[in-house]
T-cell receptor, first 113, second 116 residues
Framework: AQSVSQHNHHVILSEAASLELGCNYS??????LFWYVQYPGQHLQLLLK??????LVKGIKGFEAEFIKSKFSFNLRKPSVQWSDTAEYFC???????????FGGGTRLMVKP | DAGVTQSPTHLIKTRGQQVTLRCSPI?????VSWYQQVLGQGPQFIFQ???????GRGNFPDRFSARQFPNYSSELNVNALLLGDSALYLC???????????????FGAGSRLTVL
């Protein structure tokens, strides 16, 4: 069975600070990796995805993530956060032939203006 | 273009009752998946349907059932409700049931169920 672990449950940053959210997964085969974001009062939205190729993927709103196969990791980064980045971030993995996603527990990010 | 739409948005039920949640996928999407998101946790997979057939089932009891209609909309039914069924139920649609490009799920806003 696949599982996803997000190390930080709550993160508080000031505007312009750099962000890195950790995500580790356990699955022995080929995986597709995702980061979803849930802004307050809104639905889950896709931030970025990795299927194959360049392990450094860029998403919307200046976010990027790096797939490190040897570490089973897919950490999310942003060089300079904004107040509007306040949201809950979910890492997810799909490792089977279908598109069932296994989500991590989420990281709640608060950016102070 | 309309996104994934779910109804109702909020509902309150009592223990032992039954509930039906509805989902309309994005136009052209043939696969619908259901997830349960308990407060403070990540979404957990319940079902996937594609072309009216069940393609996957998560670790949920038989009280949970679903179906997909010819127009690709879907219903999730939960019988004999328990307090622990209180959660946000998310529907997601995708073009197909598998394959890299078809693996991107688009989520609806969810139906928030409270069981008293």
């Amino acid at each position: 069975a696949q599982s996803v672990s997000q190390h930080n449950h709550h993160v508080i940053l000031s505007e312009a600070a750099s962000l890195e959210l950790g995500c580790n997964y356990s699955y022995g085969g080929t995986v597709n990796l995702f980061w979803y974001v849930q802004y307050p009062g809104q639905h889950l939205q896709l931030l970025l995805k990795y299927f194959s190729g360049d392990p450094l993927v860029k998403g919307i709103k200046g976010f990027e993530a790096e797939f490190i196969k040897s570490k089973f990791s897919f950490n999310l980064r942003k060089p300079s956060v904004q107040w509007s980045d306040t949201a809950e971030y979910f890492c997810a993995v799909n490792g089977n032939a279908g598109n069932m996603l296994t989500f991590g527990g989420g990281t709640r990010l608060m950016v102070k203006p | 273009d309309a996104g994934v739409t779910q109804s109702p948005t909020h509902l309150i039920k009592t223990r032992g009752q039954q509930v039906t949640l509805r989902c309309s996928p994005i136009s052209g999407h043939k696969s619908v998946s259901w997830y349960q998101q308990v407060l403070g946790q990540g979404p957990q997979f319940i079902f996937q349907y594609y072309e009216k057939e069940e393609r996957g089932r998560g670790n949920f009891p038989d009280r949970f059932s679903a179906r997909q209609f010819p127009n690709y909309s879907s219903e999730l039914n939960v019988n004999a409700l328990l307090l622990g069924d209180s959660a946000l139920y998310l529907c997601a649609s995708s073009l197909a049931a598998g394959g890299s490009g078809a693996n991107v799920l688009t989520f609806g806003a969810g139906s928030r169920l409270t069981v008293l």
